[in-house]
């Protein structure tokens, strides 16, 4: 996510991380202070949140001041957490990357947000250490990875493109695209080849290291398993193609909104499953329909199937 990926994924699904979205600062850093203002900036969350419900697009970058949201997912707590712990293991030096380093690293980070009660956060925390532990069991931690939520960046003919990936990684002469997953469901090859993001990150990570970047992984960790693909240039053409006409939707939906289009006219809603972990499922009307579920949905089927 992302970025600070705001969309409900929900709890069986791909956890969002609450990782806040990187400023324009580093945007310069990567050589946009020239950026024409034709150019959209966006990032693969921004451009899915439109794809998959435009009211929540402008709740979410449009409304100022922005919409109360309901409270804090647990599942969302969970992914950040596991996503913070993995980073910094990375970030110790190689002699002191070891298992037993998980436990302080985890708790140090631990967000404690959505939980039903402490007897569920605690089962959620052993269940998220036991993962990490089984995880960076398959680490070589002599090898470094070219990135850690590294951000990256790409220029089209019509979007400035950004977007932090989880973990970038060199093997051979070609860069491979690493994004953790904590959600309940195993993941497929179809998965990874599906996702936009992973593609878009492929696409800039080569333009930013300026060396191949084709293969893109979702490391499961609940279940250790990798989903991958292999993308041609042709597919990672044909991503940047679909979020160039993203962008162009959403540059309309604007300049109604700029011309006096009545505002959720301009953003209709697009009511479905994901209302029910939608942020804004209160103030829209079209998530009233919507099952109501508790902050901590999913959390304990997901940690008594984990649990050590
Ligand atoms: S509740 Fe549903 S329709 Fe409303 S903004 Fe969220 S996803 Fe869109």
């Known amino acids: 996510m992302t ?17 806040p979205e990187q ?22 969350s921004k451009l899915a949140s439109f794809d998959d419900c435009p009211r929540r697009y402008r709740f979410t970058y449009i409304d100022r001041p922005t919409p109360p949201k309901g409270p804090p997912w647990a599942f969302n707590s969970l992914g950040a957490s596991v996503h913070t712990a993995l ?27 959505g939980y039903r009660d402490g007897e569920q956060e605690r089962a959620a925390f052993r269940t998220a250490l036991a993962w990490l532990d089984t995880y960076v069991a398959s680490l070589d931690p002599l090898v470094e990875p070219v990135g850690v939520e590294r951000v990256v960046a790409a220029k089209t003919a019509t979007l400035a493109l950004s977007g932090r990936v989880d973990r970038i990684d060199r093997r051979g002469a070609e860069l491979v695209i690493v994004d953790y997953k904590t959600g ?6 179809d998965d990874a080849r599906g996702s936009s993001a992973l593609a878009l990150y492929a696409y800039a990570a080569a333009r930013v290291f300026r060396r191949p970047c084709h293969r893109v992984e979702l490391h ?11 993308h041609t240039e042709a597919s990672l053409e044909r991503a940047v193609s679909r979020a160039e006409a993203t962008a ?3 540059q309309r939906a604007e300049a109604a909104l700029r011309s006096g ?26 998530g009233q329909a919507a099952p109501v579920k508790e902050s901590w949905t999913g959390i304990d089927t997901h940690v008594a199937e984990d649990s050590p």
């Open 87 to 113: 980073r910094n293991w990375h970030g110790l030096p190689p002699a002191k990357r070891r298992p037993e380093a998980l436990a302080t690293l985890l708790k140090a980070t631990w967000v404690s947000e």
């Open 23 to 44: 400023g324009a600062a580093e945007f310069e850093q990567l050589g946009f202070e020239g950026m024409p203002e034709r150019l959209f900036a966006c990032t693969p």
């Open 3 to 19: 970025t600070w990926d705001s969309r409900p994924a929900g709890p069986g699904g791909s956890t969002a991380r609450a990782v």
């Open 184 to 189: 309940r469901s195993e993941l497929t090859p």
């Open 220 to 230: 499961h960790l609940p279940t250790g398993t990798v989903a991958a693909h292999e």
């Open 248 to 250: 162009r939707d959403i």
């Open 261 to 286: 289009t009545d505002p959720d006219e301009a953003f209709p809603t697009a009511p479905g499953s994901l209302c029910s972990y939608c942020d804004f499922r209160k103030v829209c009307p079209g």
